[in-house]
């Protein structure tokens, strides 16, 4: 499955024979990006060739795609091109992924949608399900990432569609993000484990809490880690029947946050499991002191504590 | 149409421009990404001819300029090519930054159209394009001449920017009326070696013109700037007089027309420049 990059030739290649590759999981050129390099070429040339391999008389992109655009838009006949043989289709889509993770940041959408191919020509050349280790040795992709492209490769079609019209806009002006999307899934797949009946439709609560991001009630992304605290109640052993009826709430069009849902419902419930957890560590901490290790200001510090700890168990 | 540069979500906003140009203008038959010339450094995203052999190209952007356009402007100017550039913008209804202002500042300067056109092929025109052969024509600096000229000569550029040919007859018009002057008034005053019997508001102007370079001027003159080698040329312009209204027959035509052209609207400017400036002493 490897191409012998040594035997490559580097040639001058006729800009107008070239295709691009059907496999190649880019799927989306921002124009700024593609002005600057437009620039560049214009100004200096292509500093680095394009790698392509011959099929039929033309030849085919294995890298370099952005290059060979710029080159056709600037007039340019010819393009420094490394011709390789060519690869199989499996080496093809591979080869692709490990030249781009590796040296430039693809939109996590763009890999998701080429990842199920990726996955049916691994079964094929193993003969089984490759696990996750195995797509993640083969692509250069970290497994963290790929489980993140799980999310978005399940998510229906209408929404990757808002992603792929929002990843055409330069970085910073984008709102709904591919990280926007990822957490609120994780979100709703924790809600529609854990109570299964406050998400009856999952498409009506991910529009609910779209509109609530792009209005700001809900007004960053990290708020929606709450949501699966609020679901797992029953773990800080707070009302499941109360965090219900907050995750209602929250699904429906109104201007309920996160963070009211959050306090409603199991803030306290998680505060007392953090004084608990804390407690723990402390006493343990102070079991393996002696007297004569501490001073006078850890003592006095521990007498308030004593206060408190006194207080609250008289009460 | 298959675009191979074009970024893919401005494949929409082509083909409505595509739409608007055709219901607009009645441009059709555009193709894509093709090259203008083998040495300009662009293939415009959409380019078509027009019947009058004027290329149109097309640049699908969310820029309204950029310096790739630097460099074809600039060529197409050098080589008087008859090419119309507009840069169509996808219409966001998002109010526009002062980077857009600035860029669009510099695309007029250019003589580039603007155009923002939506999915629906509905266009709006934020700067027309200029015919890029005939823009690179020298600027009127209208301090140069009296008041009571500058809106002639401000309608004889503009004209000439979308008709070339009535612009330089504007100016023509301009340059023939105050010579008719100068003619009657040094008539008048007896400057002129023989005396003369013209209706000086109507009689051929080119008969009149040779008859004053024969006869005129005398060392009497109170405008001695107005020379005989300067009357020689404004009767030189009368023969292009007849000439303006001949429409090209071919691209090739059309760029030499051009070429020609921007040369005698160049030179009428200074010819008329140095004509009021003669005939000031007279007062005409």
Known sequence: MSVNATEAKLLQVDTELIDRNPDNPRINFRQAELDELQESIRLYGVQVPISVYKQDGRYVLIDGERRWRCCLKLNKKKIPA???????????????????????????????????KVIKFL?????????????????????????????????????????????????????LTEDFFIEMERALTTVSRAM????????????????????????????????????????????????KSALKKLFQENHYTIEQAYEDSVSEAY??????????????????????????????????LREQIQRLSEA | MEFKSLAPHLHS?????????????????????????????LRPTLQTTTRDHETICIEVSESPYSGTLDEAVIACKNESLPVKLIVVIPKTG????????????????????????????????????????????????????????????????????????KGCAVLYDEIENLSRKVAAKTQAMNLWSTKATYNFEKDNWAVIMKDMVRTFPTSKSPAPALTAV???????????????????????????????????????????????????????
């Open chain 1, 82 to 116: 490394l011709v390789q043989e060519k690869p199989t289709p499996l080496t093809n889509l591979i080869l692709m992924f490990n030249i781009h993770s590796l040296r430039e940041q693809w939109d996590l959408l763009t890999i998701a949608l080429k990842l199920p």
């Open chain 1, 123 to 175: 079964t094929e050349d193993l003969g089984r399900t490759p696990n996750e280790r195995e797509i993640s040795e083969k692509t250069g992709l970290a497994r963290g990432v790929i489980r993140r492209c799980k999310l978005l490769i399940d998510l229906p079609d209408e929404y990757k569609e808002s992603i792929k019209d929002e990843l055409t806009k330069p970085r910073s002006q984008q709102i």
């Open chain 1, 196 to 243: 299964p009946e406050v998400v009856p439709d999952r498409n009506a609560a991910r529009d609910v809490l779209i509109k609530k991001y792009k209005t700001n009630v809900i007004g960053n992304l990290v708020q929606l880690r709450q949501i699966p605290k609020i679901a797992r109640a029953e773990s800080v052993e707070a009302n499941k029947a109360v965090a």
């Open chain 1, 271 to 304: 505060s007392e499991r953090d004084i608990v957890s804390r407690a723990h560590s402390l006493t343990e901490r102070l079991a393996r002191l002696s007297p004569g290790d501490i001073d006078d200001e850890l003592r006095e510090t521990l007498g308030e």
């Open chain 2, 13 to 41: 906003t082509a083909e409505a421009a595509a739409t608007f140009f055709k219901q607009k203008y009645g441009w059709t038959g555009f193709k894509a990404e093709q090259e203008i010339t083998e040495d300009i450094q």
């Open chain 2, 94 to 165: 998002v109010p526009q930054t002062g980077d857009f202002q600035k860029l669009l500042g510099r695309a007029k300067r250019n003589s580039v159209g603007i155009v923002e056109v939506d999915n629906s092929g509905n266009g709006t025109i934020l700067s027309e394009a200029l015919s890029l052969s005939l823009s690179g024509v020298r600027k009127v600096n209208p301090k140069e001449f009296p008041p009571k000229y500058r809106q002639a000569l401000a309608e004889a550029e503009s004209t000439f920017h979308s008709n070339p040919a």
């Open chain 2, 230 to 284: 300067m009357i020689a040329g404004i009767l030189a312009v009368s023969a292009h007089r007849n000439e303006v209204g001949h429409k090209p027959k071919s691209r090739a035509q059309l760029v030499k027309r051009n070429r020609e052209l921007r040369t005698r609207f160049e030179s009428a400017i200074d010819q008329f420049r140095d004509l009021v400036n003669a005939a000031k002493p007279l007062k005409v």
